[in-house]
């Protein structure tokens, strides 16, 4: 019987040689990366170019970045968790974010209000963020009904596709509705004023750097608390365990996801306005990049887990702010500043090859998820 | 030394010892039991085994080679192979593509040669259509090899699983709940199967199971685990007469019964009419069929 | 007491009654919305420029009349039964419709709309309050003068007739409802179609009178409606009586596939194929040549996302390295660096392309599916930052980019005359239906092959797959290494085409271009991928109005395909077969890892306590 049903035995061998190389290719890979961030920043550091007042303004400028990050990672985070799924939508929720904090700024600014005095410009600032958020909310809620909710059984790559549609139809929307150009950000003066308070002066911060820094921090703790505490935190933290057994527990999934779309669009709609009035600037486009740096972020602090987002959103600033400077540069590479956003995108492949479970994160229950 | 030798393997998932310092031996040729209450860790077990978790603490050894490291498909080219308790056969493909991915392993012609459709090339596929064709009349699903898996009754998925298992050409052969949703005929024909791979393929078969005829009847031994731990091993025999085993069971589904039996009650007085046919979860029912038939150790089921 | 019973019973009656009209209320809403998107996105507006019959009607009033019609009969599928109930939910819905319109009439100028919405000018305002057709003189002040209150109400009272109208179509017999949809879609087709055809039919005496009648500079003449009408209701005519499809679909499978049919059917294709650039002049032949490079490209992904089912965002990675390896190695310009025939610099360019996708394969491949997609995503952004950095500027041009790269032909130093039929995009045409029928070639043999089957499997179930033996890595990076290798190849083909390659051409919506081709064509199937191409190329290129709206367009049909038709507009067997099944194991487990038996790990509370 053995004899009749079988045909041959042995495995094929080639096998063997190609995983000897690929761990061979791996180590050159790793070393090679370890080689130039070294290397470049031995040779910044030694040639003494530039002065401790330049790195400090770049640590600042990192942390701000960072905490523009933060805020849209939480989104990113947060979805991942309850739905397993990147939501390329996300970036453009952000951007939508900045244009309704530009349409409530020039409005503001038409009417005197904006910069008539700080209690009218802090009111204005308050303004333009809760519009912001509001906005950038029923964005992401009719994303989610019309884009991801019909889909919410099917494989992961069919919900993963209409995100990346649905992603196009809202930046091509944008252009489409207020036109390509690019629009600059009227300025609340008193936010670029710089701080006159004892150890930030020495930084040299301006008032709207603290305000990001501060705000992303005071927002992450708040929605921290919101997820750990409440009743539908918890619900969607049981969510994010396990779909099933939650719903069989008379969780409302549903809600679960619902909220959490909102919770993370509320972010990113704040993170819009204050990414509007550091950079000044808002094109149809410009949700795109720092979406997908968001993202990054998220995975590189441990994707689903709220303080890793923060934490992700500060490294992946503080790394792209000082490493163009002090690796690149270092190398001898001409125009050091266009490949920064080469070090994010590293930093995603290098966090997705050696650490997928991220700076924070838990290992999954398959340790090379 | 035993074919799969499992020593203090320990798997945890956060809090919970899923599987707790356990320690297995599995003869070369034997047809070895695996059961336990519900959440007792068998599945988790089979997952350790295969290398789709790795266990924390602890070693697992195939015919002497360290496993406890290696992936899956390591593992698989070591001769190990396993069906699933929720059946995942590729749903897309033929009952014979689902075998001939299950050979994947054997075959050498690389995508230059398939390209090319090299003599050698189409000599192998040919040999392996054959092989597979072989493989499905063996286990029954003779006529039905062009059948898209996910078309075909569950009866006879659970038996392309283990086609396609055989596929791999394994040394050992883990069976997640084999005979699940079959009915007394088909469960029959499916204990002759794999007395039959044993006997003529030489296969050491591991397998987890509800159904204690199945168990009593094809088990040359026995292992109970309960919250992650063995708590009995021996023949059929020896494992009716334990009293942690009966415990373990009889404890939990008298239980499970009486609170059955509690609510059918209930129910009977709210609809009389109805009271034979108190609807009842399928589960329960199964479950106290089980216990019913430890309880009774019934003599018919011995060997 | 029994009074107010009897008002509450009444009141709940009545709510009921208004609960069954809550799909026609929600319906109106998102018809309004939908006409208000229409109009404020600059469609409607783009699109007036265009007409589909001389002097009757413009495609933005299409689109609009058509936003009505579809609203109404939406509206009539969704009112409680009744032939009554249902013509009012549809005039309810179409005026819903229209009365966002209006409002936006009045709002509009009230708010000063167009300082942030620029697409709300005069001109809009003129031509969804009627004022042409109303002959209102004074039409920058119509909305408020003295012809206000009819200029306010015609979008509504037009947009319900025209809801009311959609409600009739719903509610006609199949038969006449499908002539007339079939009707209306050959009208609006031949009319967007008008000046393409018109322009060759000009050319030739024997066609050129047949163009004046049917055609118009811009759009149908009546005479030209007329036509089709009246073929239209031909070929209904003969397709019933005759009932040519069902009869050959009745007849048997051997039959069918009779080499009497199967051979004259291919070469009649094939021989339209070959011959379909040169009927046709002017701008036409260099659409058809990009419609078969990007088929060319896309078929390059299918190995990879259609067979593999591996998301690669990163697909202008290996585009680029591809048209800058040609571009240095065959380009007369001072950047050209071997002067290199194209046809020995195509199998380098695909070599170092495959070189490429090892490269950056191997770490990544061992990662989960969706992380995969945002890898090769920044891959693609970080060779798209090189290509136009200054750091590779001398050696690839920067923004400049390499210039004066050869045609295929000319590079070998076949002297083709101007006016040859291969002189030019007509041989990079055929150049890419080659590489199509190699690509094409290539994805059966292996489909059907030790690979092929492994890229199934894992696509279909990864975990499974791996403990069958199959190395995930090694058989992912095979797929991958592949698609790269044709990625390369459409980016030679491309930098020959255009004759340079600049950094502007390196970015993101390459990939997405390419993953909406395979997507919408049919993840897996070859002739899926090419009618993608021709849909998602093809069609943009024809209309360049539409340039503007071609990305808004795309994410909407992404969203939709994959809502209604996830395996795609021509699927293959295995696609279409994958995906319900997916679905259906999918359902518990919507995260890759794989099921940890959930009763298995956690103990049962409900029996431990008798344990």
């Known amino acids: ?369 | 030394m035993a074919l799969l030798e499992t020593r203090n393997a320990t798997k945890r998932f956060g809090g919970l010892m899923a599987v707790n310092d356990l320690t297995f031996d599995l003869d070369e040729g034997a047809i070895v039991s695996v059961i336990g209450p519900n959440g007792a860790g068998k599945t988790t077990f089979f997952n350790c085994i295969a290398g789709f978790y790795q266990i924390d603490e602890g070693s697992i050894t195939l015919d002497g080679t360290e496993i406890q490291q290696l992936r899956p498909d390591k593992i698989a080219r070591l001769g190990l192979s396993r069906t699933y308790q929720n059946i995942r056969l590729f749903g897309g493909m033929t009952a014979t593509e689902n075998v001939l991915v299950g050979q994947h392993q054997h075959l050498d012609a690389s995508w230059i040669h398939a390209v090319l459709r090299t003599r050698d090339q189409r000599a192998e596929e040919a040999e392996a259509l054959a092989e597979a064709g072989r493989l499905l009349d063996y286990v029954g699903l003779a006529g039905r090899h062009d059948r898209l898996a996910s078309n075909m009754p569950d009866g006879d998925q659970r038996r392309l699983e283990i086609a396609r298992a055989l596929g791999t050409n394994p040394r050992i052969l883990l069976l997640d709940e084999p005979t699940a949703g079959m009915n007394p005929a088909e469960t029959h024909e499916m204990t002759a199967l794999i007395r039959r791979l044993r006997d003529d393929l030489g296969i050491t078969i591991l397998l987890i199971e509800h159904e204690m005829r199945v168990v009593m009847d094809i088990s040359e031994r026995i292992t109970v685990l309960d919250y992650g731990q063995r708590i009995a091993e021996g023949t059929p025999a020896q494992i009716q007469r334990d009293q942690r085993v009966i415990e373990a069971y009889l404890g939990r589904a008298a239980a499970e019964a009486e609170a059955e039996r509690v609510e059918a009650q209930a129910e009977a007085e709210r609809v009389e009419a109805q009271a034979e046919a108190a609807p009842r979860d399928t589960q329960a029912q199964d479950e106290s069929a089980e216990a019913q038939a430890q309880a009774s150790a019934d003599p018919a089921t011995k060997d | 007491m029994s009074t107010a019973a009897a008002v509450s019973g009444r009141s709940e009656g009545l709510e009921r009654r208004l609960g069954a009209w809550k799909p026609v209320l929600i319906a109106g809403l998102l018809a309004g919305f939908v006409s208000l998107y229409v109009t404020l996105v600059g469609i409607v507006g783009t699109f007036q420029e265009r007409e589909i019959v001389e002097d009757v009607v413009t495609v933005g009033e299409a689109v609009l009349v058509l936003t009505a019609v579809l609203a109404g009969y939406v509206g009539a599928r969704r009112a409680p039964g009744g032939v009554l109930n249902a013509i009012v939910g549809s005039a309810l819905v179409g005026l819903m419709a229209g009365a966002a319109l209006s409002l936006l009439i009045i709002l509009g100028p009230m708010v000063d709309l167009r300082a942030y919405l620029p697409n709300a000018s005069p001109d809009l305002y003129e031509l969804i309050s009627g004022a042409e057709l109303l002959g209102v003189e004074d039409a920058r002040d119509m909305w408020r003068g003295e012809a206000f209150p009819i200029t306010f109400w015609f979008p509504a009272l037009v947009g319900m007739s025209l809801g009311a109208l959609g409600g009739l179509l719903a509610l006609l017999p199949r038969t006449p409802r499908v002539l007339i949809l079939v009707s209306v879609a050959a009208i609006v087709g031949m009319g967007l179609f008008s000046s393409i055809l018109r322009s060759p039919m000009l050319q030739r005496d024997a066609t050129a009178g047949i163009a004046r009648e049917l055609f118009a500079s811009n759009g149908l003449t009546i005479t030209g409606v007329v036509l089709i009408l009246g073929i239209v209701i031909a070929v209904y005519l003969v397709h019933r009586l005759v009932q040519p499809t069902r009869r050959f679909r009745a007849l048997p499978r051997e039959t069918q596939r009779h080499p009497a049919i199967v051979i004259p059917a291919g070469a009649l294709a094939l021989l339209i194929v070959l011959l379909l650039p040169l009927g046709f002049t002017g701008f036409i032949p260099s659409v058809i040549a990009l419609i078969a490079l990007y088929a060319l490209m896309g078929l390059g992904l299918n190995i990879t996302l259609g067979m593999a089912g591996l998301l690669d965002l990163g697909f202008v990675a290996f585009f680029a390295v591809g048209a800058y390896t040609t571009a240095l190695l065959t380009s007369t310009g001072e950047l050209g660096i071997a002067q290199w025939p194209f046809f020995v610099a195509i199998p380098f360019a695909m070599l170092v392309a495959m070189g490429f996708g090892i490269l950056l394969g191997l770490p990544i491949l061992g990662i989960r599916g969706d992380y995969l997609a945002i890898a090769t995503l920044g891959f693609g952004e970080i060779i798209s930052i090189l290509a136009r950095s200054d750091l590779l500027k001398e050696t690839i041009g920067g923004p400049r980019g390499i210039l004066n790269v050869p045609k295929p032909l000319a590079s070998v130093g076949v002297d083709i005359p101007p006016d040859h039929f291969l002189a030019g995009p007509n041989q990079i045409y055929y150049i890419s239906l080659i590489c199509i029928a190699v690509i094409a070639f290539i994805a059966v043999r292996l489909r059907d092959s030790r690979l092929g089957r492994a890229w199934v499997a894992i696509r279909e179930d990864e975990d499974v797959a791996e403990a069958l033996g199959i190395n995930l890595v090694q058989t992912k990076s095979l797929a991958y290494m592949l698609g790269a290798a044709f990625a390369g190849l459409g980016g030679a083909v491309f930098a020959a085409l255009f004759g340079s390659i600049i950094s502007s051409s390196i970015n993101l919506n390459v990939s997405i271009l390419i993953v909406t081709i395979v997507v919408i064509g049919g993840m897996g199937s070859i002739p899926g991928v090419v009618l993608g191409a021709i849909v998602i190329i093809g069609l943009p290129e024809l209309f360049r109005e539409f340039a503007e709206y071609r990305f808004l367009l795309y994410g909407i049909a992404l969203i939709l395909v994959m809502h209604w038709r996830p395996e795609g507009l021509l699927p293959s067997r295995v696609g279409r077969e994958a995906l319900y099944h997916e679905e259906q194991t999918m359902e518990g487990e919507p995260s890759g890892p794989p099921p940890p038996d959930p009763a298995d790990i956690e103990p049962a509370t409900s029996s431990s306590g008798g344990a």
């Open chain 1, 1 to 369: 019987m053995r004899t009749t049903l079988r045909t041959r035995r042995a495995p094929s061998r080639t096998e063997t040689a190609f995983e000897a190389a690929v761990s061979a290719f791996l180590w050159a890979f790793r070393i090679v990366l370890v080689l130039i961030v070294v290397v470049g920043s031995v040779i910044t550091i030694s040639s003494g170019k530039f002065t401790l007042e330049t790195w400090v303004d770049l640590v600042v400028k990192g942390a701000v970045q960072g905490g523009i990050y933060a805020l849209i990672a939480l989104g990113y985070t947060m979805v991942y968790g309850i739905m397993r799924m990147i939501n390329f939508a996300h970036g453009e929720v952000f951007m939508i974010g900045i244009f309704s904090g530009y349409f409530a700024a020039e409005i503001l600014d038409e009417l005197g209000i904006l910069n008539a005095n700080v209690v009218a410009s802090l009111f204005s600032f308050l303004l333009m963020m809760a519009i912001a958020a509001c906005v950038s909310t029923l964005v992401a809620l009719a994303v989610e009904r019309v884009a991801y909710r019909p889909l919410r059984n099917s494989p992961r790559l069919v919900l993963l596709i209409s995100a990346i549609g649905a992603s196009f139809f809202l930046q091509y929307t944008v252009a489409g509705l207020v036109g390509p150009g690019i629009f600059r950000y009227p300025t609340i003066d008193i936010l670029e004023e710089k701080v006159g308070l004892p150890v930030i002066s020495a930084l040299g911060m301006s008032w709207i750097q603290v305000v990001v820094i501060v705000s992303a921090l005071v927002m992450m703790a708040v929605l921290y608390l919101f997820v750990m505490r409440s009743k539908i935190g918890t619900a969607i933290r049981a969510v994010s365990e396990d779909k099933q057994t939650a719903a069989l527990m008379g969780i409302d999934v549903n809600r679960a996801i619902v909220t959490t779309f909102a919770v993370g669009a509320a972010m990113a709609g704040a993170a819009g306005v204050l990414y509007g009035l550091l950079f000044g600037q808002v094109q149809f486009y410009t949700g795109f990049i720092p979406g997908i740096k968001a993202f990054t972020a998220a995975v590189l602090g441990g994707i689903g887990n709220i303080p890793g987002a923060m934490v992700g959103g500060f490294v992946l600033g503080e790394a792209e702010s000082i490493g163009s400077l002090l690796i690149i540069d270092g190398l001898g590479v001409p125009g050091s500043g266009q490949l920064k956003d080469v070090i994010a995108f590293t930093i995603l492949v290098m966090v997705l090859m050696f650490r997928p479970q991220g700076i924070l994160g838990e290992r999954l229950s398959r340790s090379r998820a």
